[in-house]
């Protein structure tokens, strides 16, 4: 039988052809598909089209706002004296050399924002943008809010000698938002009213609580009189591998002081685990207040240091697991009116405190002067955490590391406090590989420093 084509009407049944003339014609007037772009801005570019290195923008704001949602904005490094508003879903991205075909994989130069006489932050952020890569610095209002219900990741910034004239959060603030801040730094931030380097509070208008989560951040140096590291109020905080050091809360004014480090109140879930608290300063609480909450704050593997009472709580008491707590024997007090005592489980205290597997002697830091809290080969804080916890430290190094013959043997053989103990290198020889002799060694000398074989 001779091959012929079947017209496509015979190919269906009867109830489907009415749609197969619309559905063929929509798909004729469908709009073409737009594929992201990416707009270069640079010192050198002569600022035409944006296309590439040698057209690129003069200015940041002016690719910002030439981009579409889903475009990329490639800034070679250098200082731009400006502020940006970021209404879009864009990702940003500063540190390029000015030469790069392809996206770098580490941040090569300092790229700088400067709001420096300009009287705005340095960016606002109100989309689902992310920023990574930039130093934002100099502004008389804030580093960066991020406002309006916006859902922003924020990642490898430095935000820096932002003084705010009045107000709170010197460094950033985010109302009533989401984000996500992943390997940044605030530092030298001053506000007058709360949160030095960080403030996070419910939204202006919307009234919603703020969510944040920041990992492997370092908060330090910054001023104001409440909460001089950050202040979290009605909204929810996750902190992860951080660093909360040397800020200082003031006292005076119409303000009342806060704690220097950390201060947590109000409506929200918070949780802070493997992270480093030393070094703040106030006249209340020098480490974390933590005011009036509807659940209790929880800490997981932090070290905190303090030579005063570094902990004050309003209402309901916080929890510390596999925490040290160290520095001072007062280290909690409870604030007039507050109620209960806060759970303590499996932590190191000093001058001791009722609760599971709690101790109280020396953690035995490395060098607790020269601020370096890791813990020594002898320390009693070695496999004597809770036996579940955190699946790396403040290090990034995997938990847990079972020292055989030190406290709990075993896959929950967990270290307290915010680093792992890790075992020295096991090519002592210098072979290049690890082999029987190097075990030798390497158990000589675990023995030397420990006693324990």
Same mark, same amino acid.
């Given at each position: 039988m001779p091959f012929r084509l079947i017209p496509p009407q015979m190919c269906y049944p009867k109830t489907m052809r009415?749609?197969?003339?619309?559905?063929?014609?929509?798909?004729? /007037?469908?709009?073409?598909? $737009?594929?992201?772009?990416?707009?270069?801005?640079? @010192? #050198?570019?002569?600022?035409?089209?944006g296309g590439s290195w040698e057209t690129a923008y003069n200015a940041i704001g002016n690719a910002v706002v030439v981009a579409a949602s889903g475009d990329k904005v490639w800034v070679r490094y250098g200082v731009y004296n400006e502020t940006l508003n970021i209404e879009k879903s864009i990702l940003l991205l500063g540190g /390029?050399?000015?030469?790069?075909?392809?996206?770098?994989? *580490?941040?090569?130069?300092? *790229?700088?924002i400067s709001a420096e006489g300009l009287e705005f932050p340095v960016v606002k952020i109100g989309s689902d943008a992310t920023i #990574?890569?930039?130093t934002l610095r100099d502004s008389d209002r804030a580093g960066m809010t991020i406002h309006g219900n916006a859902s922003a990741i924020v990642s490898n910034c430095r935000i820096t000698d932002n003084i705010p004239g009045g107000g709170f959060g010197g460094g950033v603030v985010v109302f009533g938002s989401v984000a996500h801040f $992943?390997?940044?730094?605030?530092?030298?931030?001053?506000?007058? #009213?709360a949160g030095g380097g960080i403030e996070i509070r419910?939204?202006?208008?919307?009234?919603?609580?703020? %969510?944040?989560?920041?990992?492997?951040?370092?908060?330090?140096?910054?001023?104001?009189?409440?909460?001089?590291?950050?202040?979290?109020?009605?909204?929810?905080?996750?902190?992860r591998r951080c660093i909360v050091a040397e800020n200082t809360a003031i006292s005076g004014g119409e303000f009342g002081s806060g704690p220097g480090g950390i201060q947590i109140g109000g409506e929200g879930v918070v949780r802070i685990e493997d992270c480093l608290v030393y070094g703040n300063r106030a006249n209340r609480g020098d480490q974390i207040t933590v005011g009036t909450c509807e659940v209790p704050a929880i800490f997981q593997n932090c070290t905190i240091v303090s030579d005063n009472a570094g902990i004050v709580w309003d209402d309901i008491a916080p929890v510390?697991?596999?925490c040290i707590l160290w520095g001072s024997t007062s280290i909690f007090e409870r604030a007039q009116g507050a109620e209960g005592d806060p759970v303590v489980a499996f932590s190191c205290i000093q001058g001791g405190y009722e609760g599971p597997g709690n101790i109280s002697v020396d953690p035995l830091f490395v060098d607790e002067?020269?601020?370096?809290?890791?813990?020594?080969?002898?320390?009693?804080?070695? %496999?004597?955490?809770?036996?579940?916890? @955190?699946? %790396? %430290?403040?290090?990034?190094? @995997?938990? @847990?590391? #079972?020292? /055989?013959?030190?406290?709990?043997?075993?896959p929950g053989a967990f270290d307290m406090g915010a680093y792992e103990f890790q075992l020295p290198s096991a090519d002592l020889n210098g072979d290049g590989e690890t082999n029987m002799l190097d075990l030798l060694i390497l158990d000589r000398q675990w023995y030397s420093v420990s006693g324990v074989r």
């Open positions: 009415p749609f197969l003339i619309p559905i063929f014609l929509a798909t004729i /007037f469908l709009p073409p598909t $737009t594929e992201a772009r990416t707009l270069f801005v640079s @010192p #050198d570019g002569d600022g035409t089209t /390029f050399l000015g030469e790069e075909a392809v996206r770098r994989k *580490t941040i090569e130069k300092e *790229t700088v #990574d890569g930039f $992943t390997g940044c730094e605030f530092t030298n931030n001053w506000a007058i #009213d419910r939204g202006v208008t919307s009234g919603r609580g703020s %969510d944040v989560t920041m990992e492997d951040c370092i908060i330090s140096g910054n001023r104001n009189h409440r909460g001089g590291g950050m202040n979290c109020f009605d909204s929810s905080l996750t902190m510390f697991r596999s002067a020269g601020e370096d809290f890791h813990l020594q080969p002898q320390s009693p804080c070695l %496999d004597t955490a809770d036996t579940e916890g @955190p699946s %790396d %430290d403040l290090d990034g190094n @995997p938990r @847990p590391r #079972d020292l /055989f013959g030190v406290g709990r043997d075993g």
